[in-house]
């Protein structure tokens, strides 16, 4: 038994990790998936939020250790995005206007903006 355990047999994976907390917020990844859509950008990206809400997903930020290839992070790390805001924060749109960490930024705030909004309509527990 030692051995297993100093061999990491007996840790939990990444994954089985984050299957845990979303069951400890109390909803399932694709009900905020779902809830995303048709609601104002949190993530307002000057000169380029078109601020639509008929285009907002959720834009999952990128966080070494919480997300790797073809793994994305739990959607409680996740803003709620216009496809203007998450163009630029997934690349697909190039900026010179704001610095790689200025981007980083606005994202992470519209993850506690959307996090705050989850959280007085019930949605994850405090």
């Known amino acids: 038994m030692d051995r297993q355990r100093a061999a990491g047999g007996g840790q939990k994976s990444a994954a089985a990790k984050l299957?845990?907390?979303?069951?400890?917020?109390?909803?399932?990844?694709?009900n905020l998936r779902k809830e995303a859509r048709g609601r104002g950008c949190t993530v307002r990206i000057p000169g380029y939020c078109n601020g639509n809400p008929e285009?907002?997903?959720l834009a999952h930020y990128r966080l070494a250790g919480t997300c790797g290839t073809g793994c994305k992070p739990d959607d409680t790390q996740a803003?709620?995005?216009?496809?203007?805001?998450?163009d630029v924060i997934d690349g697909r749109t190039k900026t010179t206007d704001f610095t790689y960490d200025e981007l980083r930024l606005?994202?992470?705030e519209g993850v506690m903006r959307t996090l705050e909004i989850w959280r007085k309509?019930?949605?994850?527990?405090?």
């Open 106 to 108: 606005m994202h992470a």
């Open 121 to 126: 309509e019930g949605l994850i527990k405090s």
């Open 79 to 86: 803003a709620i995005a216009c496809n203007g805001c998450h």
């Open 55 to 57: 285009t907002s997903v």
């Open 19 to 30: 299957s845990l907390a979303q069951q400890d917020v109390g909803v399932s990844m694709a």
